[in-house]
């Protein structure tokens, strides 16, 4: 008797526990305010408050999706609450654009950032490079891989060894040319050892400086084992 007793007071008990912290749940869920907002990096601390600062941990978590929707730049956004202190740490990774692509076979412009996404809004007003593209682009696309680990070695190139680049064409073969500050072009092949080409890059350039080779207007990285230039 006295265990059949036990039993129906665990249940009572159980079950009022759990009505409880439902309550506490919902609750905090609804009627719950963050109350100040932590933003990493600082600079977007401004947007975020919009989407989350006074807001219910509900209305943030519905509010985080339309963060993400509404603001292209924003890459990923990581919620750290902390219920304590009535406080949101919010770490964001943000994107930049780094190029203007111009699709010249559907006469659309388009905007690269540096995680390789494609897309038709701008939202950095600095002076961009500029990419003519003969290959149709789709917008919220990613870059080519292989396009993307040759802009990556050609930009690391470009910045270690201070030498600029003024324009990019992607050709319809795929093939790759781009202009540097004094127009020459120069030939590059995504599809063969993008490493290669680069040191060869390098290495014309270094032959370049010790002899007189006149005035240059094509060099062709393309060719393995090669440097065609005229």
Do not use: C, H
């Not at 059949?4 to 009022?16: A, D, E, G, P, T």
């Amino acid at each position: 008797m006295k265990k059949k007793r036990k039993n129906k007071f665990s249940k009572i008990f159980n079950f009022l526990f759990y009505i409880s912290l439902t309550i506490i749940l919902l609750y905090s869920l609804l009627f719950f305010k963050i109350t100040k907002i932590q933003v990493d990096p600082p600079e977007i601390e401004k947007l975020a408050e919009k989407y989350f600062l006074n807001k219910s941990p509900l209305i943030v978590i519905l509010n985080l999706k339309k963060f993400l929707k509404e603001n292209k730049e924003i890459i990923s956004a990581e919620l750290i609450p902390d219920f304590w202190n009535r406080k949101l740490i919010v770490k964001i990774k943000k994107s930049e654009i780094i190029a203007q692509i111009y699709d010249k076979r559907n006469n659309k412009i388009f905007y690269l950032d540096n995680y390789g996404r494609i897309l038709d809004i701008n939202f950095d007003d600095g002076k961009k490079l500029k990419i003519v593209s003969y290959k149709s682009i789709k917008n919220n696309s990613l870059l080519n891989p292989k396009l993307t680990k040759l802009f990556s070695l050609l930009f690391e190139f470009s910045n270690f060894y201070n030498f600029p680049i003024k324009e990019i064409t992607i050709y319809s073969n795929f093939d790759l040319s781009f202009l540097d500050k004094n127009n020459r072009i120069y030939l590059l092949d995504p599809n063969k050892d993008i490493e290669e080409q680069i040191k060869k890059l390098y290495i014309f350039l270094q032959y370049e400086k010790k002899k007189s080779l006149g005035s240059i207007k094509r060099i062709d990285l393309r060719i393995p084992k090669k440097i065609y230039f005229k």
